[in-house]
């Protein structure tokens, strides 16, 4: 996939990540699954520090020198809800009440570093030539973490709708 693409795949996603959100009362973002699942606005944090930190793999992945000869990575995984994936340590959210705009400011802010980090590249083409190590899917080319960003929030979209369906 193209990065164009991929850049508007982000921006839809992300679109009806705000819309979804903006329907939310303070209530709403406060319910979890059970105790020892995420509130919603726990999930919202997960995003944007998710986000943080793949563009902080992203711009390292582009400092090194060599070309990755790796296929690409299927995100299908990602989407499935049924498979269950652990959130490594550093991603996890933290206990804290975040209001609507709070959520929204952080995830503007990430947000704007991904696309600080993709506008400075000169050729995009680096993107599926360059990878970096991902805590839970290993080696990824570039192009598949920006990929797995868009896929990541609908993966979480449908959790948020989880929680709220059976919270009702």
Same mark, same amino acid.
């Given at each position: 996939?193209?990065?164009?693409?991929?850049?508007?795949?982000? !921006? %839809?996603?992300?679109?009806?990540?705000?819309?979804? @959100?903006?329907?939310?009362?303070?209530?709403?973002?406060?319910?979890?699954?059970?105790?020892?699942?995420?509130?919603?606005?726990?999930?919202?944090?997960? @995003?944007?520090?998710?986000?943080?930190?793949?563009?902080?793999?992203?711009?390292?992945?582009? !400092?090194?020198?060599?070309?990755?000869?790796?296929?690409? !990575?299927?995100?299908?995984?990602?989407?499935?809800?049924?498979?269950?994936?652990?959130?490594?340590?550093?991603?996890?959210?933290?206990?804290?009440? =975040?209001?609507?705009?709070?959520?929204?400011?952080? =995830?503007?802010?990430?947000?704007?570093? =991904?696309?600080?980090?993709?506008?400075?590249? %000169?050729?995009?083409?680096? @993107?599926?030539?360059?990878?970096?190590?991902?805590?839970?899917?290993?080696?990824?080319?570039?192009?598949?973490?920006? %990929?797995?960003?868009?896929?990541?929030?609908?993966?979480?979209?449908?959790?948020?709708?989880?929680?709220?369906?059976?919270? !009702?």
């Amino acid at each position: 996939m193209e990065l164009q693409e991929i850049n508007h795949k982000l !921006k %839809e996603t992300r679109d009806d990540l705000l819309v979804l @959100l903006a329907r939310l009362n303070e209530e709403q973002l406060i319910k979890r699954k059970d105790s020892d699942s995420w509130s919603i606005a726990q999930i919202f944090q997960h @995003l944007s520090k998710t986000e943080e930190l793949y563009s902080i793999a992203i711009k390292r992945g582009l !400092k090194t020198d060599e070309d990755s000869i790796m296929e690409h !990575k299927s995100m299908d995984v990602l989407i499935d809800r049924s498979n269950k994936l652990e959130a490594p340590d550093m991603v996890i959210p933290v206990d804290e009440t =975040l209001d609507h705009n709070e959520i929204i400011a952080r =995830l503007r802010n990430s947000r704007e570093k =991904l696309h600080a980090i993709l506008n400075a590249v %000169e050729d995009p083409s680096i @993107l599926s030539r360059r990878s970096f190590v991902h805590p839970v899917f290993k080696e990824m080319l570039l192009i598949d973490w920006v %990929e797995s960003l868009y896929v990541h929030e609908q993966r979480h979209m449908k959790q948020i709708n989880e929680i709220l369906n059976e919270c !009702k």
